[in-house]
């Protein structure tokens, strides 16, 4: 009974109060600032260290359709961007996140010559990473969303490889947190940041890995219009993340 209520507390508790998104980036040991939604923006817009899309509300997108879903709202290219190694980690910070179950993804798109000027609708969204149930049931299981949290109000860090291989350039990033703890109510957190990438490589995905933001979720899709408190996601022990595969070069 105790763990029951424990269980229930803590969704509710997370419900109200569990909005956030990821503000900044370490790669190779080097702290990256992006946009934060709670400092003025007479203190972020056009500054020359900003490497990240703008977005003004820890509030989720519900709408997979919406046009915010691609770089969250408003979505204003940055001036900078984060130099990075095909093959180097990257690292996004996040603050007080308490949700613990659905999916994690990083997507990249090719900007081609500028990301100040590109707009990530019209992207080629490829993903290089995702996360998800780990192990046990839909309902009660670890979820990599769960595990990655530091519950001793540390930031909670989600590391990520740029795959070796992929062919310099300018390059948005978007790490995409899909939250199902709402009963066939979906809620997205995307933030994007802009990518320098540099190095050896000469790849870049075939057609099979790449979707459109918004297009690639849908409400139609079971994984993402689910109930995870039904009987059957509390006797599932898999859950298929939607969208392309995993490019990993």
């Not at 992006?34 to 820890?58: C, F, H, N």
């Not at 049931?137 to 740029?162: H, K, M, N, V």
Request: glycine letters at 8%; proline letters at 8%; a negative charge.
């Amino acid at each position: 009974m105790t763990l029951i209520f424990l269980f229930i507390t803590t969704v509710f508790f997370s419900t109200v109060v569990a909005h956030g998104g990821t503000s900044n980036y370490t790669v190779n040991g080097v702290w990256y600032r992006g946009y934060a939604p709670y400092d003025s923006p007479e203190s972020q817009d056009g500054q020359p260290w900003l490497i990240q899309r703008k977005w003004i509300s820890i509030n989720p997108i519900f709408e997979p359709g919406n046009i915010s879903i691609a770089c969250n709202y408003p979505g204003d290219p940055a001036p900078a961007s984060i130099p990075i190694t095909a093959g180097d980690n990257i690292t996004a910070v996040y603050y007080d996140w308490l949700h613990t179950v659905g999916p994690m993804v990083v997507w990249m798109a090719d900007c081609g010559e500028s990301c100040a000027t590109f707009h990530a609708t019209n992207g080629k969204w490829f993903k290089i990473a995702q996360e998800g149930l780990i192990n046990g049931t839909i309902t009660e299981g670890i979820w990599f969303q769960r595990a990655f949290q530091e519950w001793d109000g540390s930031p909670s860090l989600w590391t990520e490889t740029i795959p070796a291989s992929l062919k310099p350039g300018n390059y948005l990033i978007r790490h995409e947190i899909i939250s199902l703890h709402i009963a066939n109510k979906p809620q997205w957190y995307p933030e994007c940041a802009h990518l320098t990438v540099k190095g050896t490589g000469t790849k870049v995905p075939e057609e099979q890995y790449y979707a459109k933001i918004p297009g690639v979720w849908s409400m139609n899709q079971p994984e993402i219009n689910i109930d995870v408190y039904s009987n059957q996601s509390r006797a599932s022990t898999t859950y298929n993340i939607p969208g392309p595969p995993v490019w990993k070069g």
